[in-house]
């Protein structure tokens, strides 16, 4: 169990020129800002529009955050595909990175498919990536994929692949099935997508979370991950919940991006790509003033 | 309306080897028999498994059906892919080879966006491929999509586009939906995706169809097509129907996959990429009794 992947990931948010290019000058200061502040970077999340770019561009993304010295180590980029070859070019090359291993989404386009055949597209896609480093982090997440990851379907593949497959991020949002994997799986590193379980899942042997609101909060969800057995907890995870609520009744990317793009006085962080759109102008002003109200604030990236 | 595209297209199945690369061979024979009958050419549609092919492989796969002599004019790519720059590439890549037009899934991966989102998306892939001779089918298929196109989308992208706007594919199976398309936009190519719609979509404007089973059935669909006036019309669409459910009660790619592999005595048509798999070995037989006590057979490629 000692060798399980724990923390705090954040989904990273990607932001655009606008010409819809990515703004690497931008992606960077918030990566760094991530780190800073105890979170690991699960570059190419759903929240980071990684479906809106190409396998070119998430590959370009990652060489150049290497390039500028951020921690291969702390990064779980998404690389999950509809297709076997580019899931295995992008699952190779994070590798290759020496990043902590790679959250790879089932085939999404296909719907009702059989486990035999997700174990099939894993199969194939992990032994053509063929690199003993390779950890692959499952990515469950019905509402957007469609195509659910059963437990017998993790339960096949960690037999056959013990040392590869490694984990899972549970986006479901179903408190059972977060359960009943940790129940079922205790060397599995399991993530599920909220910071508002963290202290009912911690106990049961969570690895901590991948959580949108990381992009935003992430020194208080680190702090509660490692601190959850501590007297302020239930306080805390208060807390958390408050802000995670707000930005929850909002679309939750163009919420994030214009948070950032307010508190960092940077307008362009709004930009997303289509078919996703920034927040509606009608809705800024009301975010902004619920999370005053709550208190909340984004600290600066520091100095080095 | 004498500019519409019509006809019936087959959503051509795409055959691979033990590898999973596709067969060439086979794929260029299978589309000289559907010309031959009378269908044209889907490829890279849902049953082409096209969202298992990587942008490049679609692209080498036209390339090679050009250079075989294929006809373009009578082929209608699927290019949507979840990124505006895969889409806007194999939908450049197709107009210029002359193609009669492209199919186009929405983006996929992001649910609940909104008809302004995918209005935005539309614009951009039209405007970056920046040719006069694009024609564009949407493709609403929201069982696999999950991104449905609405007819105020339809409605906003004919006014903005009324050149590259050209059409669509309806596999909703919702007539009510397919009558609202044809009774509101009489200028539009308007594709059903089930042969089962003829005699009711053709007498109110429908193109034709696009459909699974033109794989395994094109002259007779083609024929009713263009025969839907005459007076066997109504027993033709029975006999049409009888096929169609026969297959529709198996997974459909699986069915037509083994259909063509018994007919053709060719075991390797079989070959499905994960995630999907091939037809369980218990429903071979009882497909192939059902095609023959409906007396279906499928004819062999003329020589030429």
Redesign the interface.
């Known amino acids: 169990m000692s060798n399980k992947l724990t923390g705090v990931f954040a989904p990273v948010v990607t932001p655009f020129k606008a010409d819809?290019s990515p703004d690497f000058e931008l992606y960077l200061q918030h990566c760094q800002w991530l780190l800073q502040q105890g979170a690991g970077l699960a570059v190419f999340g759903?929240n980071s529009e990684a479906?809106?770019?190409?396998t070119t561009?998430r590959m370009d993304l990652l060489d150049r955050l290497v390039q500028h010295g951020v921690d291969s180590g702390r990064m779980l980029p998404g690389t999950g595909c509809?297709?076997?070859?580019?899931t295995v070019e992008l699952s190779r090359h994070a590798t290759v990175h020496g990043c902590a291993g790679v959250l790879m989404l089932?085939?999404?386009?296909?719907?009702g498919?059989?486990d035999?055949?997700?174990f099939?597209?894993y199969?194939?896609v992990i032994e053509r990536v063929a690199l003993q480093d390779l950890r692959v982090y499952l990515y469950h997440i019905p509402?957007?994929?469609?195509?659910p990851i059963s437990l017998a379907l993790i339960e096949r593949l960690i037999r056959r692949y013990p040392q590869q497959v490694a984990g899972i991020k549970d986006s479901s949002g179903d408190w059972q099935n977060i359960e009943a994997m940790l129940t079922n799986f205790p060397d599995f590193a399991i993530f599920p997508a909220s910071e508002s379980f963290l202290t009912r899942a911690m106990p049961l042997g969570a690895s901590g979370c991948i959580s949108a609101t990381i992009n935003v909060n992430p020194a208080a969800i680190s702090r509660l991950c490692t601190g959850w057995r501590t007297d302020g907890a239930v306080q805390q995870q208060q807390e958390l919940d408050t802000v995670r609520k707000i930005f929850q009744s909002y679309p939750m990317i163009a919420a994030l991006k214009f948070a950032i793009s307010h508190y960092r006085d940077h307008p362009s962080w709004q930009i997303q790509?289509?078919?996703?759109?920034a927040l509606a102008a009608d809705k800024k002003s009301a975010l902004i003033a619920a999370l005053d109200a709550a208190g909340f604030s984004m600290p600066g990236l520091l100095e080095r």
């Open positions: 819809l759903t479906n809106s770019l190409t561009e509809c297709t076997i070859q580019d089932p085939p999404f386009f296909y719907k498919v059989t035999d055949g997700l099939d597209y199969s194939e509402a957007f994929s469609g195509v790509r289509p078919p996703l759109s």
